[in-house]
């Protein structure tokens, strides 16, 4: 597969790094409408687990069968497809070496008492990644839950072993738990440190939610407030965050959230592509869509990146 200068200098930032790993990082940057650019989108599909089977799929009956998923990221051009195991299995034959794919290791579910403590089972191996031909395994942590140590431990020895046989890792940095309150979860200072630290665990993709002008820790507030950190847009934030994973030296993307209007996820890429950010992995506001919707949202934001809208 060919690669560009952007996505050569990319990936010339993982120094160190097995070849294995970077050709991996290298099909999915060069993968799609968007491969080559640098930029990138990417389909999750975990919801199920997390959420449940209606609060994912009874919006888009269709999205039901992971068949669906692998086509609309296929159709779509996007970089990856990202699910569990049960799903990627259940298209690995059919849809073999089509699109390139993210096996997510660890989940969460809705049915967890409150006292469980925030925390995600781990649910495949890198072995199952080898197995289907995943390039990469993708791993969730929970800053600020008081298990937060022991997904750190988790996604330390998984990395470890995913890129010795040449898998890469992509880490879910999302703040909540016992340490966080519910605005500090998207507070910016909380948002560049989840990043900051999922780049410092050795995610070779990093992917945070938004984040919002809000500053949850004291200490930190007095920082960006003497320092002037400029927090005021959402571009501004996103700028934020890229340099807190390594000043842009690790590829960082932005999830899309509940279901919104398309507009407001347009706004959003394009704070993310002026400021600096990868790309987006868009779940819910994908597969939550018709496919005829899905794709001609999914179409625009591939514009966008590309700095055509
Ligand atoms: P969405 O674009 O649907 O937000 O998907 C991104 C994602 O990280 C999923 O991988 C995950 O299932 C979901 O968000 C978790 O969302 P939340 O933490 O808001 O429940």
């Known amino acids: 597969m060919k690669s560009?200068?952007?996505?050569?200098?990319?990936?010339?930032h993982y120094e160190g790094e097995a070849p294995g790993v970077k050709a991996n990082l290298n099909r999915m940057l060069m993968t799609g409408k968007l491969g080559g650019t640098g930029k990138m989108i990417i389909l999750p599909v975990d919801q199920g687990?997390?959420?449940?089977?209606?609060?994912?799929f009874a919006a888009n009956?269709?999205?039901?069968d992971p068949h669906y998923h692998y086509q609309l990221a296929i159709d779509a051009g996007l970089n990856a497809y990202a699910a569990p195991l049960g799903p990627l299995e259940a298209g690995a034959d059919t849809f073999a070496g089509q699109i390139p794919t993210i096996l997510k290791v660890n989940s969460a579910n809705s049915l967890m008492s409150d006292t469980a403590g925030k925390n995600q089972a781990i649910t495949a191996s890198v072995d199952d990644a080898l197995r289907i031909g995943a390039g990469a395994i993708g791993f969730t942590i929970y800053p600020g839950s008081d298990m937060a140590v022991d997904m750190m431990e988790e996604i330390v020895e998984m990395r470890k072993e995913a890129a010795s046989r040449g898998i890469a890792s992509v880490v879910w940095s999302y703040p909540r738990g016992e340490g966080i309150t519910k605005e500090g979860e998207t507070g910016i200072d909380v948002a560049a440190y989840a990043a900051h630290m999922a780049a410092l665990l050795?995610?070779?993709?990093?992917?945070?939610?938004?984040?919002?002008?809000h500053l949850m820790l004291p200490e930190a507030k007095k920082v960006y407030e003497d320092q002037n950190i400029d927090i005021a847009t959402q571009a501004a934030r996103v700028k934020h965050c890229v340099q807190s994973v390594f000043n842009g030296k690790r590829i960082i993307v932005f999830s899309g959230g509940a279901k919104k209007d398309a507009d407001s996820l347009y706004?959003?890429?394009?704070?993310?592509?002026?400021?600096g950010g990868n790309g987006s992995i868009v779940g819910r506001n994908s597969f939550q869509r018709s496919?005829?919707?899905?794709?001609?949202?999914?179409?625009?934001?591939?514009?966008?990146?590309?700095?055509n809208a």
């Open 49 to 56: 687990f997390e959420h449940g089977p209606a609060r994912s």
């Open 291 to 307: 496919r005829t919707d899905a794709l001609d949202m999914l179409d625009k934001l591939v514009e966008i990146y590309k700095g």
């Open 202 to 213: 050795g995610a070779h993709i990093i992917k945070i939610k938004l984040g919002t002008d």
């Open 267 to 275: 706004d959003d890429a394009r704070a993310i592509r002026d400021g």
């Open 61 to 64: 009956p269709a999205g039901y």
């Open 4 to 12: 560009t200068p952007i996505v050569k200098e990319i990936l010339s």
